[in-house]
């Protein structure tokens, strides 16, 4: 990518690590000031590289035991209601991942729930009021172990 140096990539990684490292911290990894490391941060949040920061939160927090993952084979991938019924699904607290992919299955939603009645509840929303017409099949899985997520290592 243009504008963007070996030192930005080691900023990048190292804030994938940890976005919570101070950028005193940082320049002493990159050998810059925190002045010049926040400038760079600055920029690489420009250039759409940092796109945001989160918190890796246990689920159970909010009392959500079970982790799924929802694929969907759709009737038409490409089809213009796409957009539409994604929009509501997005804003959900407890859906934590939205993938349009290739292969047999073209999306991917992956959510946690309380328990298996509220997955339950979820898919038979899901179906009645956004896949309705535009899915011609889900398989869902249950997640029984999560070893790394959002590129932190948890176990």
């Known amino acids: 990518m243009a504008g963007i140096d070996e030192i930005d990539?080691?900023?990048?990684?190292?804030?994938?690590?940890n976005s919570r490292i101070t950028l005193t911290e940082l320049g002493r990894k990159v050998g810059l000031t925190a002045s010049a490391v926040k400038n760079?941060?600055?920029?690489?949040?420009?250039?759409?590289?940092?796109?945001?920061?989160?918190a890796v939160v246990d689920p159970s927090f909010f009392g959500e035991f079970l982790t799924a993952v929802i694929e969907i084979e759709l009737i038409d991938p490409d089809s213009p209601d796409l957009p539409r019924i994604l929009t509501p699904?997005?804003?959900?607290?407890?859906?934590?991942d939205v993938y349009k992919k290739t292969g047999e299955f073209h999306l991917v939603i992956r959510g946690t729930f309380r328990d298996v009645e509220s997955l339950n509840t979820f898919l038979k929303d899901l179906k009645r009021n956004y896949l309705r017409n535009l899915a011609r099949r889900t398989r869902i899985s249950i997640v029984l172990e999560n070893f790394k997520e959002a590129g932190v290592t948890l176990k």
């Open 9 to 17: 990539e080691v900023i990048v990684r190292e804030l994938r690590k």
């Open 89 to 96: 699904i997005l804003k959900m607290r407890n859906i934590s």
């Open 40 to 54: 760079r941060i600055e920029k690489l949040e420009k250039l759409g590289v940092i796109k945001g920061y989160s």
